[in-house]
């Protein structure tokens, strides 16, 4: 699904984000299709992904179910493999990135010879994917569009973007989502690496919303061979979407100014297509069943689950 054309009964809102569409039913409800969209440099890219939006949907709602006893989340229902229905919630202007090793952003500050990240100051003497010595809190500003914006723990209190108490409540469920996140990572010979977790509220009560732990949002490494690598200097071996990252960077996009993406062939598609359905059953153990459903028919069980809601 490139994008959906739905029009529910009660229907007062609509999104359209990178990936997902969003519906909001009486100011209550939200339905999200997760499309087949695949962004990346904070730009979407021209062709869809076949049952990337089914992978990401399938994840959040296998991991949102194993960690709702440490948060509630905002899931009601998942009447199709790439549509979840669940609250509407008020949304916190901020993402909670969280960090078990200096990867990625963190790295790139890293090499440069800062070592304040987000007004967290990192310790010398680290290479390259090694662990930090406890996870670390880097939010982000949540952008609609464009980039989003590396912001302090103190910024966000003090601009007013979250209260004090709720922020430390968020910084408590962040830690405990992704240790539970590691802990299912381990089980399944894998490093959780880092993550993102979004967060609302409905009057005093917080819920963690959208997905996590997917592909999109986290950045996993296989844990065999993790410390040889290290050891040697080598790269780490991970299961995340930064293979397309990579992809676009050899072929001179990174998202800048008068950069074009590069021609994504049937070839490339599918490789991508392939690479995300091994992401879902190494993260997941599950078996992958690829799902088609005419759009007609999805409306008409979305329908049905609203219904029952």
Not at 159 to 180: I, N, P
Not at 250 to 255: M, Y
Not at 256 to 277: C, L, N
Request: hydrophobic share 35%; net charge negative; aromatic share 10%.
């Amino acid at each position: 699904m490139l994008e959906s054309n739905f029009k529910f009964p009660g229907q007062t809102a609509f999104y359209k984000g990178k990936v997902r569409d969003v519906y909001t039913i009486e100011d209550k409800l939200m339905v999200m299709a997760v499309s087949d969209r695949i962004s990346a440099f904070d730009v979407v890219l021209p062709r869809p992904i076949p049952y990337k939006g089914q992978v990401l949907n399938q994840v959040a709602a296998i991991m949102l179910e194993a960690t709702k006893d440490i948060v509630p989340n905002w899931v009601k229902s998942t009447p199709l493999p790439n549509v979840t229905i669940g609250l509407k919630c008020e949304t916190f202007p901020v993402e909670m990135v969280v960090r078990g090793n200096l990867t990625g952003h963190a790295w790139r500050t890293y090499k440069t010879g800062q070592r304040v990240l987000c007004g967290v100051t990192m310790p010398d003497g680290l290479k390259e994917n090694d662990f930090f010595p406890q996870p670390i809190i880097t939010p982000t500003t949540k952008a609609h569009e464009g980039h989003d914006e590396d912001i302090s723990r103190e910024e966000i209190i003090a601009q007013g973007l979250v209260s004090k108490e709720d922020y430390e409540q968020l910084e408590k469920y962040t830690l405990a989502l992704f240790a539970r996140g590691k802990e299912m990572a381990t089980e399944r010979g894998l490093i959780l690496v880092d993550t993102k977790y979004e967060f609302g509220k409905i009057g005093d009560t917080i819920y963690v919303i959208d997905e996590i732990h997917t592909p999109d949002s986290s950045r996993y490494f296989y844990a065999e061979g993790y410390e040889e690598n290290q050891k040697a200097g080598k790269q780490q071996k991970q299961l995340s979407k930064e293979f397309v990252r990579e992809w676009l960077m050899e072929n001179g996009f990174q998202g800048k100014d008068g950069q074009q993406v590069p021609e994504m062939t049937d070839e490339f598609i599918t490789s991508v297509s392939e690479r995300y359905i091994e992401l879902f059953e190494n993260i997941t153990g599950r078996k992958f069943v690829k799902e088609d459903v005419a759009p007609e028919a999805a409306e008409a069980k979305i329908v049905e689950a609203l219904k029952q809601l």
